[in-house]
């Protein structure tokens, strides 16, 4: 068994193993979603924003290292805390904070709000605010790449509540017996709304639970970007070669609460500051600095464009329409070939 030192010294190795660009792209990727949640959940305390608000702040990590280790054709599919997969994927903060504020620009053109988020232009399949019900549709998306012989996969985010869900061991069957490009990625912050883990399983290692259909699995420290794109780099070979299915538990952590309305008073605040001691950003932060990448004059001129950019996009919603009530039955039905398969 190799020593403490050996283990360290390997992983300090593996987190300088990355170019300029790529350390820039997650300082950049996780800030973004970092400044634009922030200004969410101001905007909902002046109720600009209604309705359920669940923010990301904390789990930025485990989309900016996803997003850095897949290709362009791959397919995101996630539950209602989906801001930032389409913000790491490079959807307009405008027509983001748009749909939050249930104005026409929006993704959705203001009729999904901040739960059903949805950018066809960069393979965003949505938000999905039933807990679980994105999981099969996962599989059904990954079986539609398979069908038509792309190259392209299907990562499926999911919380940790939602594997209490029948849907979620279905699934996890058939993609594992039909061997499809999937990857499932379990975004396990330690509590299902106010629920801790360890209340509502004996298994509280859920990474386990693909054992179960011998799917590949692994629990990953996703307070890392590093980490993560490591293991969805190797989830993504390993279903690009056919050889199916992988489940991922992402370790991460929200700092807030489960939604808006939460005060998150079922965790100490000695808890919570642990994991702010780990915070992603500013891991990677660090790296850029002591590695001398960039400067912290920088790195401040980065995030100050950042919070000029997010304000445009409160600018942008605020200026756009509402949805005229004629559209009120629009979007309902739609007749067209079922986008993923050829004839």
Not at 58 to 83: N, V
Not at 91 to 107: D, R
Not at 201 to 224: I, K
Not at 257 to 265: E, R, T
């Amino acid at each position: 068994m190799a020593s403490t030192e050996t283990k360290s010294k390997a992983k300090s190795k593996a987190k300088t193993a990355y170019p300029k660009d790529t350390y820039m792209y997650w300082y950049r990727s996780m800030l973004l979603q970092r400044r634009f949640e922030e200004k969410a959940g101001q905007l909902y305390l002046k109720q600009k924003i209604r309705g359920f608000c669940h923010l990301y702040i904390g789990q930025e990590a485990s989309t900016s290292g996803a997003a850095s280790a897949l290709q362009k054709g791959d397919k995101w599919i996630t539950a209602y805390r989906d801001h930032g997969h389409p913000l790491a994927l490079g959807t307009s903060p405008n027509k983001i904070m748009a749909e939050l504020f249930a104005k026409n620009t929006g993704v959705s053109r203001g009729k999904g709000g901040s739960m059903h988020l949805f950018d066809k232009e960069v393979n965003f399949m949505g938000g999905h605010g039933i807990v679980g019900g994105q999981i099969p549709l996962g599989a059904g998306i990954a079986f539609a790449e398979k069908y038509n012989k792309t190259d392209n996969l299907c990562i499926c985010y999911m919380g940790d509540g939602a594997v209490r869900q029948g849907a979620f061991h279905e699934a996890l069957n058939i993609a594992m017996t039909w061997k499809l490009p999937v990857i499932y990625v379990i975004e396990n912050n330690g509590y299902a709304m106010g629920t801790s883990v360890k209340r509502t399983s004996n298994v509280t290692e859920l990474h386990q639970l693909g054992e179960a259909y011998d799917m590949p699995s692994e629990g990953v420290d996703a307070m890392s970007v590093e980490n993560v794109h490591e293991a969805v780099a190797r989830a993504a070979e390993r279903a690009r070669k056919g050889d199916g299915p992988t489940l991922l538990e992402f370790k991460t952590y929200r700092f807030k609460g489960h939604s808006m309305s939460d005060p998150a008073k079922y965790r100490t605040k000695e808890e919570l500051e642990h994991y702010k001691s780990l915070d992603s950003i500013e891991q990677v932060k660090q790296t850029i600095l002591s590695k001398k990448m960039s400067t912290e004059e920088e790195l401040k001129a980065i995030d100050d464009e950042i919070k000029a950019q997010v304000q445009e996009s409160v600018d942008f919603a605020e200026d756009s329409p509402y949805p005229d009530a004629s559209e009120a039955f629009e979007d309902v039905y739609v007749q067209t070939d079922y986008p993923f398969i050829k004839e």
